[in-house]
């Protein structure tokens, strides 16, 4: 199975600063098609998981522009330019490329 | 706009069975790939299981190939996991999700809002 491998745990975070989280897989998530299926997902407190990044750097409708992801392989970035408040939650990462499907940690954000 | 409702999670003995329900609107659910993905109390996200769009191919996580049955009806947009010999590992959240690998945009999240299964004597 691909382990997804998350970082940091807990990231605390100053509200209108940037926030970085990385995710590494241990095999590349290049599909036979070309495709890259690699996801983000937020989980606000009491909340189901929300997707936020498909393919590697598509935004999901709805998902505001701060949030950008990136990468390519093994290693892939999630980036929010400006952290509000209703950003604090869960980040999972999660690839699609591998049966079985599988998910990172998860790192924690949370304002400082 | 994508909407999935989960349904038929419970108290269950352990050794029970159980039968969830995902009902689909706002999209073609036919022509999807479908999944159910759990969440234990205080941990993270586990895929379970998927199942093709027109249902001719399915597959299951390790822990529950054997004993769970993924299933879809398309004439009624529904999407079914049939948990049978549950233990108490099972005891989860169960998530409906759409287009589990991401493959394509989504209008609306492709996710269901969740049904909690436990599994106790």
């Known amino acids: 199975d691909v382990v997804m491998t998350q970082s940091p745990l807990s990231l605390p975070v100053t509200l209108g600063q940037p926030a970085s989280i990385s995710c590494r897989s241990s095999q590349s998530l290049v599909y036979s098609d070309g495709n890259t299926y690699f996801n983000w997902f937020q989980q606000r407190p009491g909340q189901s998981p929300r997707r936020l990044i498909y393919?590697?750097?598509n935004r999901d409708s709805g998902v505001p522009d701060r949030f950008s992801g990136s990468g390519s392989g093994t290693d892939f970035t999630l980036k929010i330019s400006r952290v509000e408040a209703e950003d604090v939650g869960v980040y999972y990462c999660m690839q699609g490329t591998h049966w079985p499907l599988t998910f990172g940690g998860g790192t924690k954000v949370e304002i400082k | 706009e994508v909407q999935l409702l989960d349904s038929g999670g419970g108290l269950v003995q352990p050794g029970g069975s159980l039968r969830l329900s995902c009902a689909a609107s706002g999209f073609t659910f036919s022509t999807y790939i479908m999944s159910w993905v759990r969440q234990a109390p205080g941990k993270g996200l586990e895929w379970v299981s998927a199942?093709?769009?027109?249902?001719?191919?399915?597959y299951y996580a390790a822990s529950v190939k054997g004993r769970f049955t993924i299933s879809r009806d398309n004439s009624k947009d529904t999407l079914y996991l049939q948990m049978n010999s549950l233990r108490a590992e099972d005891t989860a959240v169960y998530y409906c999700?759409?287009?589990?690998?991401?493959?394509?945009?989504?209008?609306?999240?492709?996710w269901g809002q969740g049904t909690l299964v436990t599994v106790s004597s």
């Open positions: 393919k590697v750097s």
């Open positions: 199942i093709g769009a027109s249902g001719d191919s399915t």
């Open positions: 999700a759409k287009d589990p690998r991401g493959a394509y945009s989504s209008a609306g999240n492709p």
